[in-house]
Structures are given as structure tokens and as C-alpha cells.
């Protein structure tokens, strides 16, 4: 089969698909419409497909010799963003917006299946596509607790993602620890109410919040090593009803992201320094506090073996290994419940394009992709199954 040539002759689909997509986002676990279209793609091109975590869809390829499975997987939902782009295909639906690339993660692996289910008969073993619904919220474990790594069971898994921080052309792809892992957080100061003509009659939970949010900084410039990333942020703070009433209570919320090797004996020295500042600060200022944690990912892991099929797959994609830099970040993916499980890789095409526009950041309003990248995300999901199943 000439790849190149089934790629090409599927493109107008692939756009089709990733702009309809676009046009009608939906967020985690409320993708019915997007997992509907994709069921019925997948049992046009013969798959076995069924319904997992809600949302989420599985097409089963089963090849015409007995072998390994692997796993490729697509995120589909998006985010509670108003889109500000000017584009035909922009969101219909106020206050959501793809704003992170899953609308092209997913037209790619649908494409990306009907090629390979035109090719049956070459596979020796199956592959499961797996298109996850709630990735901003952790949604894979609840796909792997419902059992999508069984039956068959799951020997490798990759995926990848669209990235505009790496260039048009470029591929990210590193060993090892990738993206972070990730602590999200909910936290209540509790003080006490009163009138801002009298503060010490009350204990004003917005100060104490705003010395927390200071005062956190610390862990992460002199607690943590520079050579072990360490980020904690802030999102979110509410407070107050009124501009000269003092608050009974300050809610915030946000995320701890960190990159290590040893990661759980790490993660629980981090979450000590995180609430020994929190209950010393409002000790010190007579405030309470409740912290909420919710469950997030680990830590992107990629294996060495895994990343050279990748590899290879970039060199017949593209045409050279140096197109091809070593990327990692403190953003997070829950694909790393997948590398935590199976020997698995996940790697960065680039899509960032200043002339297009597509050099926004993502989660921006402005996000939007180089769709002239789309075609290379097909080819790297038919190259890397390929090259697993028949090595």
C-alpha cells in the first residue's frame, strides 16, 4: 500500500471532518454528537465498535493473522472558551471552542483507521482506536477502569498531539518524562465577616490568601531543584460581595504540575511544602482552610523502544530525522495513564505557523491550527501501528 498516496487522496475528508468538528465543540462527557459521528465512521470501515466511559468509542481492527494489539488514541472534547477567530467553520456554540486541537487529533485517527482498515489483510494482530472523551478532566482511567485495555489486551499504545509552540514541519519526540504530571487543587481560606471600617474586628480571609499565593512561590524557586521542574499556579480566586464588606471566605483554585523521575515518593515531599506554607500562614493569621485535591495525571512517560518506532516513522513521513526535536513541557495529558500501563510513546506535531495565524498558544481564544499539518498526523498513525505490528 502506497501510504502517501491514501493519505493524499483522503485530505479534502480529513479537513472536512476536522471543521465540522470545530464548528460544533463539546465538552468532557457531553460529546454525543462528535462520538455518534464517530461511531458510524468506524463501522462503515468494518471495525468492531462499541460505547466505553459515557462518551468515548472503541473500533476494534482485528488483522488477518494472530499478533500483538495496539492502541491509538484521540482526545474529542473541548473547552469552556468563547472563540474569537474569524474563520468559517468557527464554534456555533457560545462559550465552547476547540481551543486545543482535539477536533484534528480526532478527524486524523478516523482517517487514519479507514486507511489502515483498507489493509486488513498485511496486519498481523489488531489495533484499537480509542477516541477519549474528558481529557481536560482525566477521562482515560475511566476508559482503562471500564477495561479497553483487555480483550484483546493492549501490548504498546501511542498518540500525539497538535502542538503551535513547535514550528510547522517540526515533530517533538523525547524519551522518557514528557509532559508533567498533575495536582489540581480547590482551597478555602475561612476568616471571619465584618466591616472594612473595622478589620480587627474580623479575620479578612483575602489577605491571608493573597500572603498564600506569594508565599507558595517560594516552594518552587528555593524547595525544588531547578534540575526537577516544579510549577504551582493559581487560576482562580473569589472572594467579597461588596466593596466595603469584609469576606468570610476566599475560594481559590489551581494546579500543581512537576516532572520527575521518581515521581510518587516526590509528588508526596511536594504536597507537604504545598500545605505546610498554607496551614503556617493562616496559623500565623487566624484563618482556617479546607483543601480539596482532584484526581489528575501522572506524568508522561514515553518508552525508549516505542519513540524509535516513532522515530523511523518521522524519517519515512518526512523525509530526514532533523525535523525532529527534543520537546518536553510542564503541560499534562492523561495519556500518561496509558504510559504507565503499556510501553507506549506520545510526540508533538508541529503546527505553529505566524503567517497563517496558528502561532497562538494553546487554550488561547485565537487557537487554530495549520491544517496542512493534519495529512502528517495520519501518515505517523498509520506508520507507527505498521511498524509495531509487523515488526
Keep these: 500500500m502506497d501510504i502517501k498516496k491514501e493519505v493524499a487522496l483522503l485530505n479534502d475528508e480529513l479537513i472536512k471532518l476536522r471543521q465540522d468538528f470545530h464548528m460544533h465543540p463539546e465538552l468532557g462527557y ?3 454528537r462528535t462520538s455518534k459521528i464517530v461511531a458510524n465512521y468506524l463501522e462503515e470501515c468494518g471495525l468492531e465498535v462499541k460505547t466505553v466511559a459515557k ?6 481492527l482485528r488483522g488477518r493473522e494472530q499478533g500483538r494489539t495496539v492502541l491509538l488514541r484521540a482526545d474529542m472534547d473541548a473547552l469552556a ?14 462559550g465552547k471552542m476547540h481551543a486545543c486541537g482535539h477536533d484534528g487529533h480526532t478527524a486524523m485517527l478516523l482517517v487514519a483507521a479507514k486507511i489502515l482498515s483498507r489493509c486488513r489483510d498485511q496486519l ?9 472523551p474528558n481529557e481536560e478532566t482525566a477521562g482515560a482511567l475511566d476508559m482503562i477502569n471500564e477495561g479497553i485495555l483487555e480483550n484483546p489486551r493492549v501490548d504498546a499504545a501511542f498518540g500525539l498531539h497538535l502542538w503551535t509552540p513547535i514550528e510547522s514541519g517540526k515533530i517533538g519526540l523525547v524519551a522518557g518524562p514528557t509532559m508533567a504530571a498533575n495536582e489540581e487543587f480547590e482551597l478555602a481560606i475561612i476568616g471571619k465577616a465584618g466591616h472594612t471600617s473595622s478589620p480587627q474586628t474580623a479575620v479578612d480571609p483575602i489577605i491571608v490568601a493573597a500572603t498564600i499565593v506569594q508565599s507558595l512561590q517560594t516552594v518552587q524557586t528555593r524547595e525544588s531543584s531547578v534540575l526537577t521542574p516544579t510549577l504551582i499556579m493559581f487560576g482562580k480566586i473569589q472572594g467579597g460581595t461588596g466593596r466595603n464588606i469584609i469576606a468570610d471566605k476566599v475560594e481559590l483554585g489551581g494546579t500543581i504540575r512537576y ?4 515521581e510518587v515518593r516526590n509528588k508526596e515531599l ?5 500545605e505546610r506554607v498554607i496551614k503556617g500562614i493562616c496559623a500565623a493569621m487566624r484563618a482556617e482552610y479546607e483543601m480539596k485535591y482532584i484526581p489528575s495525571n501522572p506524568s508522561v512517560m514515553n518508552d525508549p523502544k516505542m519513540v524509535e518506532l516513532v522515530r523511523t516513522a518521522v524519517k519515512e513521513t518526512l523525509g530526514s530525522e532533523s525535523v525532529i526535536v527534543p520537546y518536553l513541557c510542564m503541560a499534562g495529558d492523561d495519556f500518561a495513564e ?9 510526540y508533538f506535531v508541529g503546527t505553529g505557523n505566524k503567517e497563517k495565524g496558528t502561532d497562538y498558544p494553546h487554550h488561547h481564544p485565537r487557537f487554530n491550527i495549520d491544517e496542512d499539518t493534519l495529512a502528517t498526523g495520519v501518515e505517523l498513525h498509520v506508520r507507527t501501528a505498521l511498524a509495531f505490528l509487523n515488526d
Design 270 to 274: 511536594l504536597k507537604e511544602k504545598f
Design 30 to 32: 457531553e460529546e454525543y
Design 81 to 94: 472558551q468563547t472563540e474569537m477567530n474569524d474563520v468559517p467553520y468557527k464554534s456555533v456554540y457560545e
Design 259 to 262: 516532572l520527575y523521575e521518581d
Design 55 to 60: 462518551t468515548g468509542v472503541v473500533g476494534l
Design 338 to 346: 496509558f504510559t504507565h500501563r503499556v510501553p507506549s510513546a506520545y
Design 124 to 132: 498481523k494482530g489488531n489495533i484499537k482506536f480509542v477516541f477519549q
